[in-house]
């Protein structure tokens, strides 16, 4: 048995005496599924060594090993062990880029605030100006030029010719009635149209609010298309293997490893409240 495989086999046996599932580690460790299962094969080339020795030691001392003697192991064996890049993406990881963005999302959040507060004032104005019409309805009119001509001509005596004074009051201006048309209203999306295609075997789940539209293994070459009137919901295990195109405009590749909250819309894709493409 090689030398990373034994380290690897350490791990596992501590955690199975323990009686615990890979699973039900991960979550208690909040270290990812993949990676605590390539640590227990033995498998140390998928993550960089600054990364896997950051795990080693986290893992070590969730399962109560000795830390020192678990990274002296792994540095007996890690020089034969090339640099690789970061081939997925870590939830913990995510959550501290999205950390570093607090500060610009609350600027924007200052921003939304302000602009909100403005609309709602305009609305405000219009209303009251609204309610006060309706209650000055039934004031008297002003007399305007046209109406005091008309009461002139009302109080002159009839001519000889057989006018009358009802017939100066026939001719009174016709006064119309000006109706506004209702406003229509305006949904907050419009409807969004989403087409993955995969560049390599990848699972998805799409889902529509609380509804699954589908959950599978998109395979290489392979792509689906699903329609929305709100927003879409994208899973998937390997990002990088997705390629997005959002009504007609195709934008690539989004995120890369297990990503749980990719958010699809007419306005464009976001990891959580981080924008990745506007549209």
Do not use: C
Request: aromatic fraction near 8%; charged fraction near 30%; proline fraction near 2%.
């Amino acid at each position: 048995m090689s030398a990373a495989k034994e380290l690897g086999k350490i791990f596992r046996d501590v955690r199975e005496k323990k009686g615990l599932s890979v699973e039900e580690t991960s979550r208690k460790s909040r270290i990812h599924s993949n990676v605590i299962k390539d640590i227990e094969s033995g498998v140390f080339d998928r993550l960089n060594k600054v990364y896997t020795k950051s795990f080693l030691k986290k893992y070590a001392a969730f399962l109560k090993l000795d830390t020192d003697d678990i990274l002296k192991r792994y540095e007996k064996i890690s020089s034969g062990i090339p640099e690789q890049e970061q081939k997925y993406v870590i939830e913990e990881e995510e959550r501290k880029k999205t950390a570093s963005l607090a500060i610009d999302d609350k600027r924007f959040q200052a921003i939304l605030v302000g602009v909100l507060s403005f609309v709602l004032v305009i609305l405000i104005f219009v209303l009251v100006g609204k309610i006060k019409t309706k209650f000055t309805a039934g004031e008297p009119k002003k007399v305007t030029a046209v109406s005091r001509k008309t009461a002139q001509a009302e109080r002159k005596p009839a001519r000889s010719s057989g006018k009358t004074a009802s017939t100066a009051a026939a001719k009174k201006p016709d006064t119309k009635t000006y109706t506004a048309p209702a406003r229509r209203e305006v949904s907050k999306f419009a409807p969004v149209v989403l087409t993955l295609r995969a560049e390599g075997d990848v699972w998805v789940k799409v889902a529509e609010g609380e509804e699954a539209l589908y959950i599978g293994t998109l395979h290489d070459g392979e792509s689906k298309t699903w329609k929305s009137s709100g927003e879409l919901t994208v899973w998937t295990g390997k990002a990088e293997n997705l390629v997005f195109v959002v009504n007609t405009r195709r934008l690539g590749v989004v995120a890369f490893g297990v990503v749980k909250n990719i958010i699809v819309s007419s306005e464009g894709v976001r990891i959580g409240d981080r924008w990745v493409s506007r549209l």
